[in-house]
Nanobody, 127 residues
Framework: QVQLVESGGGSVQAGGSLRLSCAASGDTFRIRCMAWFRQAPGKEREGVARIYRFGDYTSYADSVKGRFTISQDNAKNTVHLQMNTLKPEDAGVYYC????????????????????WGQGTQVTVSS
C-alpha cells in the first residue's frame, strides 16, 4: 500500500501563489505516475497535472498550463505543485494521487485510473 499526505493549501487572493506538497510513504516502489487533481463543489474531480516518476515527464490541464508546475523529489518521495497567478476558478480541494500502472503517462489523466489518494487540501482563491 501507498500512503499520500498533502500539505500547503490555504487562502490567497487572485494573482497570488501557493505551493502544494505531497509526501508518499509505504510501498513507494509501486508508483509510476503521481498527479494532482482538484474538485470544486458540485463539480467532478479533474486532473490538473501529472509527472512520471522515472524521467520527469510532465503534463498539464490546458486551464493551468503556464501557471502551474509539478515537480518531484524522488529521494524524498515528494511531489510538489507550484501554483502561480491563481484565479478564483482554481479553488477547490486538491488531491494528490499515485498510479502504479507502467503505462500511466500514456493514458488520459482520469481519476478512475489512479490507485492511491491523499485526503485532500483546500485551496481558496478570492477575487
Amino acid at each position: 500500500q501507498v500512503q499520500l499526505v498533502e500539505s500547503g493549501g490555504g487562502s490567497v487572493q487572485a494573482g497570488g501563489s501557493l505551493r502544494l506538497s505531497c509526501a508518499a510513504s509505504g510501498d513507494t516502489f509501486r508508483i509510476r505516475c503521481m498527479a494532482w487533481f482538484r474538485q470544486a463543489p458540485g463539480k467532478e474531480r479533474e486532473g490538473v497535472a501529472r509527472i512520471y516518476r522515472f524521467g520527469d515527464y510532465t503534463s498539464y490541464a490546458d486551464s493551468v498550463k503556464g501557471r502551474f508546475t509539478i515537480s518531484q523529489d524522488n529521494a524524498k518521495n515528494t511531489v510538489h505543485l507550484q501554483m502561480n497567478t491563481l484565479k478564483p476558478e482554481d479553488a477547490g480541494v486538491y488531491y494528490c494521487a499515485a498510479d502504479a500502472n507502467p503505462g500511466c503517462f500514456s493514458r488520459d489523466l482520469r481519476a478512475s485510473e489512479y490507485d492511491y489518494w491523499g485526503q485532500g487540501t483546500q485551496v481558496t482563491v478570492s477575487s
